[in-house]
């Protein structure tokens, strides 16, 4: 058994706690509880560390994992791929300001402060950063060898902005940080051009209050906080206006 208490190392798994929300297996209480447990025992200034405690000897049951020293790769180091699922996770919880921190926290470009321990790309993601068991923890390695960037940029656009593909619609569903006035954004989808606009003057981290598609008010409650003309069928690309009002109470 891995990925338990009662379990020397590897008691704690990133991925188990993130896809517990991911897959809405967590109802509301364990998903909150995934969420905290990661940050208290996984997260650094670098990113969210993959497992803890590490292995420190090889076990031929568990695996690969085991055959690197503690903190590195998959054997407690920032597996940096498997950060922006959890920032997925922050985001479908409601919480804009954890997932946007989950964000910000592994932008290669935050380690112009500490390029001599770092000692990467700046401008580029890596595979992995050891972790804090490791002596040469905070160190970048194996740069461009990574689907770190294609998976950012998903939780960037369709789960921190909220902008996403539905099966008949474009879900515009924004979760933010509250200090953020609003955004504005361009989507193209399904042969329309979507000129986006968010606006937030209730400072929350999640909700639509009213939708706008084209200067007509759309019915939230149908809509399920999505542009219920997102589909369209002309032969030539058009331009759509929408203007998402974020707040707490939907207005009717």
Known sequence: MVGSSLNEEGQIFLNTQSWAVISRSADRPRATACMRSALERLNTPHGLMLLAPPYRKYSAAIGGCTTYPPGAKENGGVFVQTNPWAIIAAAMMGDGELAWRLYDQIMPANHLHDVNVFQAEPYVFCQNILGTPHPLYGLGRNSWLTGTSAWAFV?????????????????????????????????????????????????????????????????????????AAACNTDAHVRVRQVTITMGSEVEQ
């Open 155 to 227: 939780a960037a656009t369709q789960y921190i902005l909220g902008i996403r593909p539905g099966y008949d619609r474009l879900i515009i569903d924004p979760c933010i940080p509250p200090h953020w006035p609003g955004f504005k954004a361009v989507r193209h989808f399904r042969g329309a051009a979507y000129e986006i606009e968010v606006l937030n003057p209730e400072r929350v981290s999640h909700g639509v209050k009213s939708i706008k598609v084209d200067g007509q008010i759309v019915d939230h409650i149908a809509a399920a906080a999505c542009t």
